[in-house]
């Protein structure tokens, strides 16, 4: 079991920066693949970064290549997410996951263990 929580959220103009945390407690943190997904309302959670253990790979969609950085220490068992020119349709639940392995599966569902998620709301 990992447990995860979200921090770091809230309102901020177009253009601005963010950056989300997650602090796991549980199990090993380091063994795991953590992926930020968000979900905003009406639409389908998706994947907007992932990060192998190690932290050596990453992954991004071409939505957010370029503008988001994740990352994250082991040592304080924490992953972060980064988030700059923030647009509008950036505005959603931000959540962060974990998982035991790491592919191409991009799915929520491929995910074990979640955070209680972050509201991040980006104005125009």
């Known amino acids: 079991q990992v447990q995860l929580e979200e921090s770091g959220g809230g309102l901020v103009q177009a253009g601005a920066s963010l950056r989300l945390s997650c602090a796991a407690s549980?199990?090993?943190?380091?063994?795991?693949?953590m992926g930020w997904f968000r979900q905003a309302p009406g639409k389908e959670r998706t994947l907007v970064a992932a990060?192998?253990?190690?932290?050596?790979?990453?992954y991004y969609p071409d939505s957010v290549k370029g503008r988001f950085t994740i990352s994250r220490d082991n040592a304080k068992n924490t992953v972060y997410l980064q988030m700059n020119s923030l647009r509008p349709e950036d505005t959603a639940v931000y959540y962060c996951?974990?998982?035991?392995?790491?592919?191409?599966?991009?799915?929520?569902?491929?995910?074990?263990?979640w955070g209680q998620g972050a509201q991040v709301t980006v104005s125009s």
């Open positions: 990060i192998s253990w190690s932290g050596a790979t990453t």
């Open positions: 549980g199990r090993t943190f380091s063994s795991y693949t």
């Open positions: 996951a974990a998982r035991t392995y790491w592919g191409s599966n991009y799915s929520p569902t491929s995910y074990d263990y």
